[in-house]
């Protein structure tokens, strides 16, 4: 036996009898729910964006070319076009194309089992990062919670796991160099996957605030990599100005056509506004910055907390996966998913400190039980729900921080324990 499978056996062992039983039905059901459901709906798109190009074709014009199209034949038949599931187009921008265009070089059957073991990697890899965040009292229940966050993406059931969608690899390199930056204060290689996962979702770009935030030595280089992806972005309309135009429309029928303007507070107020003919812009701009600027100042002030030593980075390290998420405008299943067990682990934080947790807990197992039941009755009312979630549990998180954090004249700043990341 090997020196890594001895290791990975010593591991597997000391690992509670009842959590490696919940873990090998979780591998189990996954493949079996992906044999009687929908799945690699977000893949699908990225294959006919491949197909497109291998033709030599505008991929994001064949796809609003098909959207159109659908959206003429509903209108002649007398049907309301959110009455079927749309077809969707390639949404990312064009700098992206060069990559797609190498990928599809690739043997078809080689590339899709390469992607589903990346895929799978980066959600799993995304999990377990977040799990360096439980205290040692709470190991046991955070690996059961572990077990099946991927079922219950921002802790509402719901098959996003199936979509096949780029985001779950994204967040999964983001939260591993993000992991590398804690313990080892090197942030290069979490700057370079933000900078390339700019590229493929712009939003995500909000995501490199987890490096100033985490040290307020990495304002600069932070301010570097975002005028790097603004940079980016601009130049491809002067050297892409077909194909930049065309993603634009794409862009914008996610809004007109497919009504997709995600679960984060913005989107949900942008979705009612439209809903009711009410043009969407600018007033969810304002109503993004009405709660995006309380969040920033708070995560702020939290930073500066675990700075100076007043919280550790298990506790600092959940309520700003959630915080900076939430700085997100358009906050989508698969971005909820992404922080899971982060939220989890809020709200058994939160519980705990209570006079009476055990009742608290039970409130909030029935609240999840209910909850759940409209998730999965409703896709809409799962939406609804999603966002305000996120944010009253941030809110009940920042709370518990800020409660919890040491006196002043109890700690010494951090850069004064060279090892204090090191350790957390």
């Known amino acids: 036996m090997s020196l890594f499978a001895r290791r990975f056996w010593s591991l597997w062992k000391r690992i509670p009898l009842g959590v490696r039983i919940l873990w090998l039905a979780a591998a189990i059901a996954l493949p079996i729910w992906a044999s009687v459901d929908d799945t690699a709906w977000d893949m699908q798109v990225y294959n006919h964006a491949l197909i497109s190009m291998d033709r030599g074709h505008d991929p994001y014009q064949d796809a ?43 043997p078809r ?21 977040c799990v360096t965040f439980a205290e040692t009292t709470e190991i046991p229940c955070v690996l059961y919670l ?27 390199a983001i939260f591993a160099t993000a992991l590398l930056g804690w313990r080892r204060s090197q942030w290069i290689p979490f700057y370079a996957v933000i900078l390339f996962a700019t590229c493929v979702k712009a939003p995500m770009l909000s995501l490199i605030l987890i490096a100033p935030l985490s040290s307020k030595k990495n304002w600069l280089p932070t301010l570097g990599v975002i005028t790097a992806g603004v940079g980016l972005y601009a130049l491809q309309p002067v050297f892409m100005p077909s194909l930049f135009r065309h993603y634009l429309e794409a862009v914008e029928l996610q809004f007109s056509f497919n009504h997709d303007f995600g679960c984060s507070p913005a989107g949900l107020f ?138 002043v004249h109890e700690v010494q700043p951090l850069e004064a324990h060279p090892r204090a990341l090191a350790s957390a």
């Not at 572990?146 to 999964?172: E, K, M, Q, R």
């Not at 100042?297 to 959630?322: M, S």
């Open 64 to 106: 609003t070319d098909i959207q159109k199209q659908h959206h003429q034949q509903l209108a002649a038949n007398g049907q309301l076009a959110n009455d079927q599931t749309p077809p969707y187009s390639y949404v990312y921008a064009p700098i992206t194309l060069p990559l797609l265009k190498a990928l599809g070089h690739l």
């Open 109 to 129: 059957t080689f590339l899709i089992i390469l992607y589903w073991l990346v895929y799978f990697a980066g959600a799993l890899g995304a999990v377990a990062v």
């Open 146 to 172: 572990a077990g099946i966050a991927l079922f219950f993406p921002g802790l509402l059931a719901n098959g996003v796991i199936l979509s096949g969608n780029i985001a779950y690899i994204l967040y999964g």
């Open 270 to 407: 942008s979705s009612f506004l439209y809903k009711r003919g009410i043009p969407y812009a600018p007033g969810c701009y304002f109503f993004f910055a009405a709660y995006a600027a309380p969040v920033f100042a708070a995560l702020f002030y939290g930073a500066r907390l675990y700075d100076r030593g007043r919280i550790t980075l298990q506790q600092w390290g959940p309520v700003l996966l959630v915080g900076v998420l939430l700085l997100n405008p358009r906050i989508m299943e698969y971005d909820a998913a992404a922080v899971t067990l982060p939220l989890a682990i809020i709200g058994w934080r939160v519980a705990r400190s209570t006079t009476r947790p055990g009742l608290i807990y039970s409130l909030k197992v029935l609240a999840f039980v209910v909850l759940n039941a409209f998730a999965i009755y409703s896709w809409l009312i799962r939406k609804a729900l999603d966002g305000p979630l996120i944010l009253l549990t941030f809110a009940a998180g920042y709370w518990l921080l800020v409660k919890e954090a040491k006196p």
